[in-house]
Structures are given as structure tokens and as C-alpha cells.
């Protein structure tokens, strides 16, 4: 789409920009890639636009053509992409990904989650934690997602997870290699066709190694142990020191196991989120990903 000079000529940039805007809003930014282009005489006119706040992306680009100043709009459709946030429990992964997602309009995996549903299930049914024993029942095991709620054959279970006994075991599941590879696979078949934000502890190593975007969050053991006893205050009875000693044992155990342990990947964006709030964290994240500080 253009808009000829002549439709531009005498108009201020705040205008012109206006002008833009009205044909963005017809445009589906979620499943879409803008590229406008401006004419140098014109380049103001993006300070401007960088005040609108748009779903997706929005490149602009200016054009050194002394015989062209119209201005362009080209829709290119978006690429789908991986976005895998990894990092250590209550490093703000989880909030800081659904967060992400909400401002891309792109898709949501906890799979943190699909590893406390399987835990659920053995705890529940008194499956002792064995390979041997896991490997029997796993096909008994169907795990969904419907809106932000975790099915867990056909049972809502998402508060069950989050308890203590899930928090207690979830890492000594996980570290069983079948888990691990039902889970893996699960989680490749879900982000199929889509643009998706994963968090988890082995997103960018194992699971998507070629992920568009990568980012390692991570904060001390104390600041974490400090959100988490802040968050769950309500619901659980426990002291700060237990919940630190508890995450201490958990990272323990998710960096030192065989298989894909928590690890930074090497080309990942690393972020020390101790002295951030969520949202610099998310507007670091979205900035890299826009391309604005890489
Ligand atoms: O509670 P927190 O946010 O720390 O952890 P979570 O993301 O709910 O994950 C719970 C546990 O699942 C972790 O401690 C890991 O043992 C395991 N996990 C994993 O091994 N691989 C993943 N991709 C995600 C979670």
C-alpha cells in the first residue's frame, strides 16, 4: 500500500503519522509483519509512530530516493518463531512468558507444568518413582492445556500442581529420562505451526535448539526464595527458610542431572533479574526481540 506524496504534502509529521495509523488499525498485526518506509524528508514521522502502541511488529525503515517520497506499507506474513525462556524455579520465567506472549499475541507453554501434571499423577496413584515403574503407566497419562488451566485426563488439576508434595517431587520425575522424552516430544507437537513462548529449564538446550530467541533468567537463590514466600504467603504455610532451602535442593537437582540439565544455552540473552522488576525484565526481553537492543 502507498500513500502518495501528493496525499502528504503540507501535512505535519504528527499528522502523517495519524494517517499511517488509521491504516494500520485494518491490518492484523499478530499474524503479520509491517514494514513501512518513509522518505528521509519524512524520517520524523517515526518518532511519532514509536508513541503507538501495536500487537506485533512494526518496522520502519527510511529510503534515501530523491524521486521517490511516497510513503509504503508493505504486510509480510509473519514467520512462525520459538521464543524459549529458560532459567531456575521462581526466577519470574513463568509471568515474565505469558506476559510475553500477551504483548506478541503468540501462544503460551508452561512446561514446568506438564512435569508437576506428571508428577501429580504417580503421587495420586501411588506409583513409586522408578524408571521401571513410570514406563508401565505413562500411556495412562494424557496431558492438555485449555486456557491458562492444565488438564490432566480430562481433570482440571491446575491448583493440585502448584502443592507441596508436586514441589517436593516434581524434580526427581523429571530427571527420568522416559519423562523427559514423552514430555519433549509433547511439547514439540504443541508448538507445531505456531509462534510460541516456552519457559522451562531445558527450552533452548534440548527442546528447540534453534529457537528464534533465547533468554536465561536468573536471580539469586535469596531473591527468588523471597518472591516465591511473597506469592504463595496466602496459600502455604511456609517460612521463608523453608522455601529457600526447598528451591536450593530443586536447583540442585535440575542442574546436576544426566539428562538436558538446567543449563544456559550459549547463544542465549542472559538476565540477572535480582535488582529488576518484572516489567524491565519483559521490556528487555520485547525490546530484544523487536530488535531495538540487541
Ligand atoms: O516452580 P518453578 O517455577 O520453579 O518450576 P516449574 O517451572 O513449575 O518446574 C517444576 C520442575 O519441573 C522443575 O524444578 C524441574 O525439575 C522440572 N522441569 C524440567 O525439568 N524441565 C522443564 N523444561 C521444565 C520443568
Known sequence: M???NLKLEGKSSKDIANLIYEELKNIDTTKNDVLITIPEMYQEVSNYLDKYDFEGFVKTSTLEDEDNNDISIDIVEKENFVVAIDG????GKSTVAKEISKILGINYL???????????????????????????VIGNINIDFEKDSVI????????EIRGDEVTKNVSRVSAVPIVREVLVDLQRNISK???IVLDGRDIGTVVFPDAKYKF??????EERAMRRYKDEKSSLDK??????????????????????????????HFIDSTEMTLKEVVEKI???IRGIDV
Do not use: C, H, V, W
Request: glycine share 4%; proline share 2%.
Open 2 to 4: 502507498i500513500i502518495n
Open 88 to 91: 531456575p524455579s521462581a526466577s
Open 110 to 136: 508452561d512446561t514446568g507444568a506438564m512435569y508437576r501434571a506428571f508428577t501429580y499423577y504417580l503421587l495420586k496413584e501411588n506409583i513409586s518413582l522408578t524408571e521401571e515403574e513410570i514406563k508401565k
Open 152 to 159: 490432566l485426563n480430562g481433570e482440571d488439576i491446575s491448583k
Open 193 to 195: 505451526g505456531k509462534s
Open 216 to 221: 536465561f533468567i536468573t536471580a539469586t537463590a
Open 239 to 268: 517460612s521463608y527458610e523453608e522455601i529457600l532451602e526447598d528451591l536450593k535442593a530443586r536447583d540442585i537437582i535440575d542442574s546436576n542431572r544426566k539428562i538436558s540439565p538446567l543449563k544456559q544455552a550459549e547463544d542465549a
Open 286 to 288: 520485547i525490546n530484544i
